[in-house]
Each structure stands twice: as C-alpha cells, then as structure tokens.
C-alpha cells in the first residue's frame, strides 16, 4: 500500500519561512510526478507545485511562484516544499499526492493523482 506522509508544518509570522516533506513508502517514488495542494479555510483545494519524477520539470501556482521551491529527493523517497515569504492567505492544509498513472488530467488539478497524504496544517499569523 502506498503511504504519504507530511511534516513540518506549524505556526509562524508573516514573513516567515516553512519545510514541508512528505515521505513516500509502499511504491516507486522515483518514477512518479509529485505534486502538492492546499485547502484553506472556506476555499476549494487548490494547487500549488508539482514536479515529474527527476525534478527536472516543475509547476508552480502563480500565487507561490518566487516563493514557494518544490524539491524531491529519490535516494529518501521525499518530496519538500519550501515556503519562504509567508503570507496569511498561505494558511492552509497542506497536501502532497502522487501522480495517478495513464491518466488525462495532467498535475495542475486534483484528478490527476491518486493516493494523497493526510495533511499538514500551516499557519502564517499577521
């Protein structure tokens, strides 16, 4: 079975910076995209970065583009995201999902994976 699970999130000032991971076991890491989403508070889930499955070619939402760096690291089957800049609108719950496979959607919406972690909350105070 497939497991994702996310770290790092927490309370911080505006300003700010977080690491996210998420790490990956029950399946290969190394040959998927990763992509990660939020849900904030009264707000559909929303994308935010993904990444193929070397690194090489990687997605941003415009609203954490500059800010906002996705990373993987196969050897530790680990996909990061690193928050700098914090804003309050960047209160969320954080997800990372694993590519779903022969698939149409693409990695910019929700449909286009299929095992999903259980999330982390962020927090970014004013």
């Known amino acids: 079975q497939v497991q994702l699970v996310e770290s790092g999130g927490g309370l911080v000032q505006a300003g700010g910076s977080l690491r996210l991971s998420c790490a990956a076991s029950?399946?290969?890491?190394?040959?998927?995209?990763m992509g990660w989403f939020r849900r904030a508070p009264g707000k559909e889930r929303e994308f935010v970065a993904a990444l193929n499955w070397s690194g090489a070619v990687i997605y941003y939402a415009d609203s954490v583009r500059g800010r906002f760096t996705i990373s993987r690291d196969n050897a530790k089957s680990t996909v990061y995201l690193q928050m700098n800049s914090l804003k309050p609108e960047d209160t969320a719950v954080y997800y990372c999902?694993?590519?779903?496979?022969?698939?149409?959607?693409?990695?910019?919406?929700?449909?286009?994976?299929?095992?999903w972690g259980q999330g982390t909350q962020v927090t970014v105070s004013s």
């Open positions: 029950g399946g290969t890491f190394s040959t998927y995209a």
């Open positions: 999902a694993r590519e779903a496979l022969r698939t149409a959607f693409g990695l910019l919406q929700e449909k286009g994976y299929d095992y």
